[in-house]
Nanobody, 125 residues
Framework: QVQLVESGGGSVPAGGSLRLSCAAS????????MAWFRQNSGKEREGVAS????????SYGASVKGRLLISRDSAKKTLYLQMNSLKPEDTAMYYC??????????????????WGQGTQVTVSS
């Protein structure tokens, strides 16, 4: 079965950095686009960053461009999110998810699935 396990969250002061990891198993990692989402309290789930199966394409939400970097390691079957210059507004549960790739990059955050359990990021002011 598909399994996604997020880790690496924690509490940091504003301006700090974290690197989140998403360990993937139970599917062909190399055929799936991956993405990070976040959700804080009663807000809607928000797309943060996405990446194509081979890492050649990536998309970012406007609020995180220039501060966060998505990457993946095919050998480790792991997705990463390097988060720098963190702001209190980045406080949220962060989730990873998958989406089949059909040969053309889709820069939307639609149709991702197989959500992990999430890892909490808290940024203090």
């Amino acid at each position: 079965q598909v399994q996604l396990v997020e880790s690496g969250g924690g509490s940091v002061p504003a301006g700090g950095s974290l690197r989140l990891s998403c360990a993937a198993s139970g599917f062909d990692f190399g055929t799936q686009s991956m993405a990070w989402f976040r959700q804080n309290s009663g807000k809607e789930r928000e797309g943060v960053a996405s990446i194509s199966p081979d890492g050649s394409w990536a998309s970012y939400g406007a609020s995180v461009k220039g501060r966060l970097l998505i990457s993946r390691d095919s050998a480790k079957k792991t997705l990463y999110l390097q988060m720098n210059s963190l702001k209190p507004e980045d406080t949220a549960m962060y989730y990873c998810a998958t989406r089949p790739f059909y040969g053309t990059w889709d820069n939307s955050f639609l149709d991702f699935r197989n959500w992990g359990q999430g890892t909490q990021v808290t940024v203090s002011s």
